[in-house]
Each structure stands twice: as C-alpha cells, then as structure tokens.
C-alpha cells in the first residue's frame, strides 16, 4: 500500500476496523445507523485521545448534542477537551457548507489551519471524522465532492500526520454515489472492517476520467 494508505509503513498510529493505522490514511466509512456508525468509530476516537492526537470531527447540525453525548459516555471529557484544544466540534454548516455552498479551497484551508494548530500544540497527529450527509442535500456539489476527495489523497503525501474518516451514510445516497466515493479513498470501512480498498483510482487519473464525464454532462445539457 503506497504512503497515503496507511496499513504498512511508518510508525503505527492507532487501529481501526481490526487492523493498525501506521501513516496517514483516508478513508471512506458507510454505516446504516448512527450506532452501527458509533460502536465502530468511538473505540477509534478514544484511542486517539489517549495518544495525544487532535481530534477534528465535523458533524451533522442536527446530531451535535447527540455526538457529543456518545463521546461523553465512551469516557471523554467533551468540554474539557474543547477548551485544552485538543477536540474541535463543528457542524458541516461551519465547515463544508462555510460559504453557504461547498467550496473546495475554503473547506481545505480549515483543514490546513487545523493541521497547523494541532501541530503548533504539540499534539502527536489530527484525526479528522467528517459526516457527509450535506452532499446528499446538494446534488449539484457532488462533482467538486469528488474532485476534492481525490485531490485529499496528493495533499496528505505532504502534510503533517493525519487520519480523516468520511462517514456515509448508506441510507441517503445512491449507490452509483457509493461507488464513485470508493473510487477517490484507499481504504474503505464497511461491515466494522477495514479494506485496503480495490476500487480505488489514484488521483490523476480519476480527475482526467472527472473531467471527461463533466465535459459529456455538459454536452448532453447544452447540445
């Protein structure tokens, strides 16, 4: 698995899904149900607050109070850790949707800054954890979605250490969604396991494939 898969190399950075994380990794996640989604997640979340990671997570407006009551009953100090720095809680309204429409480059500048904060601290690596439910809301974003989760994969070859977990939920999108998702993360978190994934397309050459079906979109709606 090459740098940004994150199951061989480097030292090991936490487990997830049954198996040892040792570098930055991406990595889509479907789950169901919220809590299919929190008994694979929280183990994950946990250990990385007790090895000193920044912990970013990006969640549905609706289901703030419900996340951080989950995290409160694995045994994390939600408040205390939100004012030492160590967590950072927001909603997809004040990360994906900041510009009240998703905007690539401002979303990935927060994620910058955060990595930069994190690493300024002090703290070992970030551990992003990204609902994704917004792009079910907005179809007309889905295409930018996609170029911007397989650009993901060239920025964390230069960056500092981190893990990000897209959560999917399986109930809100379409499945030819599901598949292109795959397609632009190496590893792949399905059925609480964690896949080395076979789907997935390096990035150049799912952006040149991007590009063309974008170019035939626009054709077949403006012949």
């Known amino acids: 698995m090459d740098q940004h898969g994150g199951l061989r190399r480097g030292a090991c950075l936490g ?17 169901a149900t919220p809590d299919e989604e929190y008994d694979v997640l929280l183990p994950f979340i946990s250990d990385g607050f007790d090895a000193g990671a920044k912990a970013f997570h990006t969640v549905d407006p609706a289901r703030v109070d419900d996340h951080a009551r989950r995290l409160t009953a694995a045994g994390i100090d939600v408040d205390g850790s939100r ?15 900041c510009c009240g429409t998703f905007e690539p480059k401002a979303t990935d500048s927060l994620f910058v ?5 994190a690493e300024r ?9 990204s609902h994704m ?4 809301r907005r179809e007309a974003t889905s295409h930018r979605l996609l170029d911007y989760e397989a650009r993901a994969n060239m920025a964390a070859l230069d960056g500092p250490a981190s893990q990000v977990v897209c959560v999917y939920d399986l109930t ?33 050459e799912f952006l040149r494939g991007l590009r063309e079906r974008v170019v035939r979109l626009e054709q077949a709606q403006h012949p």
């Open 83 to 97: 004012r030492n720095g160590q967590l950072d809680l927001r909603t997809w309204n004040d990360v994906h949707l």
């Open 121 to 129: 601290m002090g703290f070992t690596h970030t551990r992003f954890i």
């Open 113 to 117: 800054q955060a990595l930069g904060e």
């Open 15 to 31: 487990r997830l899904g049954g198996y040892q994380l040792r570098t930055s990794c991406h990595v889509c996640a479907f789950f």
């Open 172 to 204: 809100v999108f379409s499945a030819d969604f599901v598949l292109d998702v795959m397609r632009t993360h190496p590893l792949v978190l399905v059925g609480g396991t964690l896949y080395e994934n076979p789907l997935y397309v390096p990035p150049v």
């Open 133 to 136: 439910g917004w792009a079910a």
